[in-house]
T-cell receptor, first 110, second 116 residues
Framework: KQEVTQIPAALSVPEGENLVLNCSFT??????LQWFRQDPGKGLTSLLL?????REQTSGRLNASLDKSSGRSTLYIAASQPGDSATYLC?????????FGTGTSLTVIP | DAGVIQSPRHEVTEMGQEVTLRCKPI?????LFWYRQTMMRGLELLIY????????DSGMPEDRFSAKMPNASFSTLKIQPSEPRDSAVYFC??????????????FGEGSWLTVV
């Protein structure tokens, strides 16, 4: 069974810093890897989707990379802002379902 | 599209009562997922449907939980009888074709359940 791990569980950075969130998965036979954002009291919103044949995807200040062979994905956030404070979850898609990590809670301090 | 719609948004009920959570997936999506989220265990997959058929219900905690999808536009998750440990946020999500190539998953806003 696919297992997805996210480290660290929580991260606090000052505004303006660049930061990296990590996601690892045990089974490389995935169709895609997605990053989600969850604000308190809300559902999950998809940020970036990387197909298994791709290496990275970018959206604005966000860049996600995928290395299937090592079972890793990273989410890079450039020039962090207080509005980026949220929980970030990654999910590996495969076998007709999605396997979620436990998330990284990010706080950006003004 | 209105997105995945869940009801109720919040429910407080007494132990032993029946709870029914409802979900309307995005039109045209043929995979539907029920997740439970708690601080202790994170996001857990309870059950998912493909073309209205339950594919994997191994995440359903016990016989007190049941889920149905009578048609492509409606699903229910029922807890009977409810217990305080069932208190959590229950998310419904849908996807065009599950976790296969190119597909993302769309979440509802969740149903916040408190059992006292």
């Amino acid at each position: 069974k696919q297992e997805v791990t996210q480290i660290p569980a929580a991260l606090s950075v000052p505004e303006g810093e660049n930061l990296v969130l990590n996601c690892s998965f045990t089974d490389s036979a995935i169709y895609n890897l997605q990053w989600f954002r969850q604000d308190p009291g809300k559902g999950l919103t998809s940020l970036l989707l990387i197909q298994s044949s791709q290496r990275e995807q970018t959206s604005g200040r966000l860049n996600a990379s995928l290395d299937k062979s090592s079972g890793r994905s990273t989410l890079y956030i450039a020039a962090s802002q207080p509005g980026d404070s949220a929980t970030y979850l990654c999910a590996a898609g495969g076998g007709n379902q999605f396997y979620f990590g436990t998330g990284t809670s990010l706080t950006v301090i003004p | 599209d209105a997105g995945v719609i869940q009801s109720p948004r919040h429910e407080v009920t007494e132990m032993g009562q029946e709870v029914t959570l409802r979900c309307k997936p995005i039109s045209g999506h043929n995979s539907l997922f029920w997740y439970r989220q708690t601080m202790m265990r994170g996001l857990e997959l309870l059950i998912y449907f493909n073309n209205n058929v339950p594919i994997d219900d191994s995440g359903m905690p016990e016989d007190r939980f049941s889920a149905k999808m009578p048609n492509a536009s409606f699903s229910t998750l029922k807890i009977q009888p409810s217990e305080p440990r069932d208190s959590a946020v229950y998310f419904c999500a849908s996807s065009p074709r599950g976790g296969s190539v190119g597909n993302t998953i769309y979440f509802g806003e969740g149903s916040w359940l408190t059992v006292v």
